[in-house]
């Protein structure tokens, strides 16, 4: 015997309308944007004036600044990972991939990254986890190929250029962030990278980092 509830329809869940999603998205670029500049504890209404949407808008969206913050994370972690997928993808030079990668990871002020992990959300969340599987995943193969094809120096990992990316994309106390300091960031990470290309001109004291390491140790300073 089927009762009322066997038969009736499954409710549909209502999809996002386009204008819902585009405020969305101008709020995550907003914050993005100002997270770099004033890190993120930046005023909720500020991020809503860039964004051109009001207060109310931003809070249905991203009630507790966490939410926020996670969302910011997530794109970062997201567009990087699209930028190394293109580099691999369209660069037939190994190497060539790698440094196409490490100067647009740049563009997106990557180096933001590790002050908004300091902050107070759930680190452990399923979709921080999946996208930080997914750029670590990604970056590995660029290493990957360039130490197979003898272009890159054997003896570095994926967490040394990590490390010199975020800080690179830091910019010194007191110093502005305008067009200077890009040609400043670019400059310097070709010299890291000239660096990095076999074959080695010395012997790197320590271990290659891994991304274990980075994990097991806290983003650096």
């Known amino acids: 015997m089927t009762t009322s509830a066997d038969t009736a329809p499954a409710r549909r869940v ?93 563009e997106e002020r990557i180096g933001a990254l590790c002050p908004m992990l300091d902050g107070a959300f759930d680190k452990d969340h399923p979709d921080l986890i999946a996208e930080r599987d997914r750029l670590e995943e990604v970056v590995q193969a660029l290493v990957d190929r360039a130490q197979r094809a003898g272009r890159l120096r054997s003896d570095v990992g994926v967490g040394d250029l990590m490390v010199a990316v975020s800080q690179l994309t830091r910019p010194l106390p007191g110093t502005a962030c305008g067009a200077g300091w890009d040609q400043f ?24 980092v891994t991304l274990e390491d980075l994990r097991r140790d806290s983003c650096p300073s």
């Open 14 to 106: 209502p999809r996002p309308r386009a204008d819902a999603l585009r405020n969305r998205e101008r709020i995550v670029t907003a914050a993005r944007e100002m997270f770099v500049e004033f890190g993120p504890q930046v005023p909720y209404d500020e991020v809503a004036r860039r964004a051109g949407v009001g207060n109310a808008t931003l809070y249905r969206n991203f009630p507790e600044r966490p939410d926020l913050v996670r969302e910011v994370v997530l794109s970062l972690m997201a567009r990087v990972t699209e930028v190394a997928e293109r580099a691999a993808e369209e660069e037939a030079d190994t190497f060539a991939a790698l440094r196409r990668f490490t100067h647009a990871a740049a």
């Open 185 to 208: 960031v670019h400059r310097h990470l070709q010299l890291f990278l000239d660096g990095l290309e076999a074959p080695a001109r010395s012997e790197l004291p320590g271990t290659a």
